[in-house]
């Protein structure tokens, strides 16, 4: 598969952070010739916290996870990420592929299986042959480094046609505290609460209360704010590990607090630009709503517009497609207060076609690979940004066989 | 552009409804060589009732006949519609046109303004040239015929492959009442109240708050039950009229209400087989819901989910991601009760594959091109039917550059 055009030109370079190890492997779960399994091992201290898919049928692994969020179990911990099956809806048999990874995995570490937290993408309703990933363990165990999270954000792909990463560093009161995070997602996404595969890992010091509230905030505003194909993941899960290692506090930080939520932004425009069959990255802005629920709303109902999508892969300012998704999102709209652009070309106001449009401006501006709808509603202080992509041939060549 | 292959053999044979005159006109508005005007002139004594969509765009077109809707006014009436231009979004300009078309069609048919219901289907945005359409007044007088209603359904077509019609003959105290009806739709195609264009003539006798109940009735369990691409039209219209030349009065009767209702379902799933791009008819069965809020919202996340409708377009029997879309509906689920069937073979039971699943028995049935995907959530009473087709490479060509 192509690399997609709106890909980064290379793998960020991303720090190492102290009392985290990687390892991956190919256990051949589905996949052949690739990694496809990592593991993260997290030293004696660290705090995991997560958001989940809300989906009424999340998989195993998910209500695993879920469960094991907050415990008050201490000591080292582990993260282990499965592609290519998902074990979602596989029955009672999905929970006891769960608890046999947990417990071999806990065993092969010496930690308590509590501390385990796995996720598995891939193909839906097939059993996941866990076998196949217990018999990788000593591998994986050998093979831990501090410096191979590179390695882990490949081993967890599918569809994605590049690895994800992002990084930042922070200054607490004089100290660096490091964040650095790994994503993989390219369809079914529409996350609602988190999404896709997230894994972000700092040596910030922290209680689990204070991240999980930190995370939890953050997810709004990036993870919940993208959308590819408006289809909700059965395995979305976003996981955020503190070692502590750097002894710096940052509960109730801002400048922590704003370092995290820009690698989970910086990780949820990647699953966007990597979309399947994305040919334009497009920013939805949406201004003037009643409220911030109506704004979302409406940015949510352009973003998921199957007639606005093709028209951007077909470079088509149809501006009149904007329109109609606003008048169907179900937010208090009104015809003649209805302002929209594209970037910063007003092409409609007050109800009507700009008198200065200029199609042949327009049909320029739609040739950029990166685009922005701006839609003003007029009516309040409600305003919200959404991201998403194109709806092109690709992403019916992907999907129309992707389990085959 | 090639017929749908989910096409009816042949246009029906429509019967003439006594007190209905048709005649159309090539006025040229949009398209060229083709007619693009219908009127349809209805006898003094006609009643009209209808159902439009309740986007917060809605059209010019749309808001006047809402006005129009139930006025006391009597005498002779007309529908007139043009294709190609839908006067939507085209703010204070557009309800001008509107009144000049009802003004002039009114003065020369010698009617009520209040009188004349007009549609616009077409580009949104756009000023629609009405000046043209009253060219072709004169013409379209002259040309009223009781037979015509098959030029009327090619009239209002857009990026339709087929004209739709249907029609029924209903017995009432041993005497006959005719029902025959037209309607244009293949994109933009997620009815909110009402759907696309859609004009049933009848001869009943009925007075306008009894056909209103009717109309309103009939569209829950029909037009608002079909979904093409999840996108709702600005210009949503359903308009019956019932010109009482039979003398046969049918408020309150069940067989009418039930006939008129099977005249809306025929032409709604005529819209679903002229789907942009379908190539597959899928009626989505859902029962076992905990009411019937809960099972439409099953059957549409269902019908609306792209990676159903690509994976059913790839003839793959891709069940998992049924479960995704009934995890992401909002609706009340049980992952263990759960069971899915296509057609008659049962793919999923409590929570899990179905034990007797198989593969290649599955596989041929996905090559049918009429399929079902029935849902059983084992919770309660609730059942839903909705009607929808699958996404291809053709909707993406159709789309991609609709407007230019």
Known sequence: MAVSPLAPAAFPSLPAIAGVRFATAEAGVRYKGRTDVMLAVLDAGSVVAGVFTRSATRSAAV????????????????????????????GKIGA??????????????????????????????????????LAALADLKDGLRADAIDTAARAIMTTD?????????VNVGGKTVT?????????????????????????????????????????????????????????????????????????????????LTDVMRDLALQVVRDGEGATKFIEVQVSGA???????????????SPLVKTAVAGEDANWGRV????????????????????????????????????????????????????????LGEGTATVWTCDLTHGYIDINADYRS
């Open 323 to 378: 329109v109609m998704a606003v008048g169907k999102s179900g937010a208090a709209a009104d015809r003649d207060r209805l302002a929209i652009r594209f970037g910063d070309i007003w092409v409609a106001r007050e109800g009507y076609r700009d008198p200065a449009y200029s199609e042949d401006e327009t049909s320029a501006y739609m040739k950029n690979p990166e685009l922005v709808i701006g839609v003003d509603l007029g």
């Open 96 to 133: 006891t592929s769960v608890a046999a990874i947990s417990a071999a995995t806990a065993e092969i570490l010496g930690i308590a299986p509590e501390r385990v937290f796995t996720s598995s993408t891939g193909v839906i309703g097939e059993p996941l042959p866990h076998e196949r990933i």
């Open 161 to 169: 046609t590049f690895p994800k990463g992002a990084s930042a560093t």
């Open 179 to 259: 964040i650095a995070g790994i994503a993989k997602g390219s369809g079914m996404i529409a996350p609602d609460m988190a999404t896709m595969l997230v894994y972000i890992f700092t040596d910030a010091l922290i209680d689990h209360a204070s991240l999980q509230a930190m995370v939890s905030g953050s997810a709004d505003g990036t993870f919940n704010c993208i959308t590819v194909d408006s289809d909700t993941s059965t395995s979305d899960t976003v996981l955020v590990a503190a070692t502590g290692a750097s002894g710096v506090q940052v509960a109730g930080n801002d400048a922590f607090a704003t370092a």
């Open 63 to 90: 209500l695993d996870c879920q469960a094991k969020n907050g415990l008050p179990a201490t000591g080292a911990a582990a993260i282990l990420v499965n592609s290519g099956n998902s074990n979602a809806f596989t």
């Open 290 to 304: 009643a409220d911030a629920a109506d704004a979302r709303k409406v940015a949510m109902s352009i973003a998921n």
